[in-house]
């Protein structure tokens, strides 16, 4: 594997460029019945497009590139003039006749913050190794997401390899530092379509259910977070092929751990209630304060301080990416409220 060299700089992130449409309504309904909407709104989606609108708006003095596929449509073209407007480089992120930019309807609970997606895949699932030339990129991260949500990037061929694990491999081989994240999806593909992208990984940073489905590990367990299952977990993901940071995020904190075997958690930020509008992107800002501090060499315990004051950030607003303030601001939200106890 070849190693990234001093001169490259910023993060190059590919996959699903979706536009949400947020609707905030009274409670989720049982089948045949009724629901309120309360409130509408749109926002960026999927997490190349979340990550680096929020990389942008923490302030990063770094290069930001966006790769994928959109439709030629006024969702498209939201896309590529917001990505514009936040100076993140779109030559890589293309457009194609052949399908709708994909669009993803949003419900979130006003009281909870607990959201349903209902996704339309459009572009996203037309994507694959062929619209990536990664050779044109000085990037130092390449990240991609959401696997699981991508679907010839995670078609699985003959010879046990995807789409995505092949392109994460050139990656590695070029120089990037690597780096991907999955979706929540409810199936027994984990196993199948993420273990082969893990030995071409350097960073994966996931929530605690993904961590469990692709380990079979129990990690929840009467709703509360087993820590000792967690870290097996993660050490299950070191030995299929991690090669530097698993980090796993819940509701509680996050917990990392290297393949050297250091560790470290942090605690979420301590919110009151009334400050939750919504929860839709706050694993993409955890992700993006993540990818931020491992950017920059800082510490792992930093990099999670950061990654835990974007998510809070995030919850001000039911959007995506509409409640990420500059780095500083976020960085205040845990000096105001505080942290959650030691995990």
Not at 221 to 244: M, N, S, T
Not at 301 to 322: F, K, W, Y
Request: hydrophobic share 40%.
């Amino acid at each position: 594997m070849a190693t990234d060299t001093p001169t490259r700089q910023g993060i190059l992130a590919g996959g699903n460029w979706i536009i949400d449409h947020v609707k905030i309504i009274d409670h989720f309904p049982a089948q045949d019945t009724l629901a309120n909407i309360l409130a509408e709104s749109d926002g960026s989606g999927g997490s190349p497009y979340n990550i680096l609108i929020d990389i942008a708006k923490f302030g990063a003095s770094f290069p930001l590139e966006a790769a994928g596929l959109v439709g030629e449509d006024a969702d498209g073209q939201t896309i590529l003039s917001e990505c514009s407007a936040h100076g993140i480089e779109t030559t890589a992120l293309r457009s194609t006749p052949k399908a709708p930019t994909s669009y993803t309807d949003v419900m979130t609970v006003r009281e909870t913050g607990r959201r349903t997606f209902y996704h339309c895949r459009g572009a996203n699932a037309l994507l694959d190794e062929s619209h990536f030339d990664l050779t044109s990129s000085q990037a130092r991260i390449f990240h991609v997401g959401y696997l699981l949500l991508l679907d010839q990037l995670d078609a699985l061929s003959d010879d046990g390899t995807t789409g995505a694990s092949r392109l994460l491999e050139k990656a590695s081989a070029l120089g990037f530092k690597t780096s991907a994240d999955l979706v929540s999806e409810d199936s027994d593909r984990f196993a199948s379509v993420i273990r082969p992208v893990l030995p071409h990984l350097d960073y994966l940073i996931i929530n605690e259910f993904e961590a469990a489905r692709t380990t079979g590990v129990e990690i929840t367990v009467d709703g509360k977070i087993q820590h000792e299952r967690l870290a097996e977990a993660a050490a299950k993901l070191i030995e299929c092929g991690v090669r530097e940071w698993v980090v796993v995020h819940y509701p509680d904190g996050a917990y990392a751990l290297h393949a050297s075997g250091e560790q470290a958690k942090h605690g979420s930020v301590n919110l009151p209630p009334c400050y939750v509008q919504g929860a839709a992107g706050a694993g993409d800002a955890f992700a993006a304060g993540s990818l931020y501090g491992l950017h920059e060499g800082l510490p792992i315990t930093e990099c999670l301080r950061i990654a835990v004051c974007a998510a809070a950030s995030n919850l001000a607003d039911p959007t995506c990416t509409g409640g990420i303030l500059a780095l500083d601001g976020c960085l205040e939200i845990g000096k105001k409220y505080g942290f959650r106890g030691e995990l």
